[in-house]
């Protein structure tokens, strides 16, 4: 079966920083695309980050630029998003998801992790 | 940056057609990709290319795209649809993923 799990949410101070990660199973990971996709609570989908399959590319959403970095392990199948500085607007389900490329659809999604940043 | 717009809601009764439009500067030079989310739920793919269907999502679902817009169409809705649909682009411009700001569909 084709899966993506993500973990590592939870509540995080601002300031904080968090790493979040996403389990690929069921595919070839490393023939894909991988995103991160945010949704605030009651808001829409903001898409936050890309990265090609050798993670030679990576783009990022200007708000998280400079503070999030992406990055994915293809031996392990996995794809992580590390979170610095992170502000009370960075509160959302954090999704990844995949594409086969860049400007792909994006055809399967984790379930979420939920990250909240308050004192 | 690039901006796609979509109507805050849609109503439509059961058996009838909705569309849902996704208007943003020249869309009709990109591909166009629907997304459905139900509450609690991950977003689905439903249209992706503009008009192409994922396996498993019924012929009910279309899409078009031409000019400023890109319309996906629900035809003979169910009580089932009832969802956030999303519109999404690539903007070459910046290399970035942009959504729509997503519209809700009520069946009526």
């Known amino acids: 079966e084709v899966q993506l799990v993500e973990s590592g949410g939870g509540l995080v101070q601002p300031g904080g920083s968090l790493r979040l990660s996403c389990a690929a199973s069921?595919?070839?990971?490393?023939?894909?695309?991988m995103s991160w996709v945010r949704q605030a609570p009651g808001k829409g989908l903001e898409w936050v980050a890309n990265?090609?399959?050798?993670?030679?590319?990576?783009y990022y959403v200007a708000s998280v630029k400079g503070r999030f970095t992406i990055s994915r392990d293809n031996a392990k199948n996995s794809l992580y998003l590390q979170m610095n500085s992170l502000r009370a607007e960075d509160t959302a389900v954090y999704y990844c998801?995949?594409?086969?490329?860049?400007?792909?659809?994006?055809?399967?999604w984790g379930q979420g992790t939920t990250v909240t940043v308050s004192s | 940056s690039y901006v796609l717009i979509q109507p805050p809601s849609v109503s439509v009764a059961p058996g009838q057609t909705a569309r849902i439009t996704c208007g943003g500067n020249?869309?009709?030079?990109?591909?166009v990709h629907w997304y459905q989310q139900k509450p609690g739920q991950a977003p689905v793919l439903v249209v992706y290319?503009?008009?192409d269907r994922p396996s498993g999502i019924p012929e009910r679902f279309s899409g078009s795209n031409s000019g400023n817009t890109a319309t996906l169409t629900i035809t003979r809705v169910e009580a089932g649809d009832e969802a956030d649909y999303y519109c999404?682009?690539?903007?070459?411009?910046?290399?970035?993923?942009?959504f729509g700001g997503g519209t809700k569909l009520t069946v009526l």
């Open positions: 290319d503009d008009s």
């Open positions: 020249n869309i009709g030079s990109k591909s």
């Open positions: 990265i090609k399959q050798d993670g030679s590319e990576k």
């Open positions: 998801a995949r594409s086969v490329y860049y400007y792909s659809g994006m055809d399967v």
């Open positions: 069921g595919f070839t990971f490393s023939s894909y695309w």
């Open positions: 999404q682009v690539w903007d070459s411009s910046s290399d970035h993923v942009v």
